[in-house]
């Protein structure tokens, strides 16, 4: 994974806010209303924070009428498991000089 990717990843898991959301979306999908209500913040900052964690891959959105619907992406998930995964394995080559 490049390391704008790795980047992108954890910028999702650095707000509060976004946390927040994160947190109300383990329960199941969420409407953008919803979010809204539980989290006191305006439209268009809900926008931002739902634009990094789409863009992350963490959380999708499915369009119903005049809102979306959030929920968190399993595969988003993993990949960012994976990438921590991969940035925290300690990786020791020995070479064996004679």
Request: charged residues 35%; aromatic residues 6%.
């Amino acid at each position: 994974m490049d390391e704008r990717r790795t980047a992108a990843i954890f910028k999702a898991f650095c707000d509060e806010n976004r946390i927040r959301i994160i947190k109300l979306l383990r329960s199941g999908e969420k409407c953008a209303c919803k979010l809204l209500d539980e989290i006191n913040v305006t439209q268009p900052t809900l926008s931002h924070h739902m634009k990094i964690l789409c863009d992350a891959g963490i959380v999708v959105g499915r369009k119903e009428g005049k809102w979306t619907h959030y929920s968190i992406s399993e595969k988003g998930v993993d990949q960012a498991k994976e990438c921590f995964e991969q940035l925290t394995t300690v990786d020791i080559k020995c070479e064996n000089k004679p």
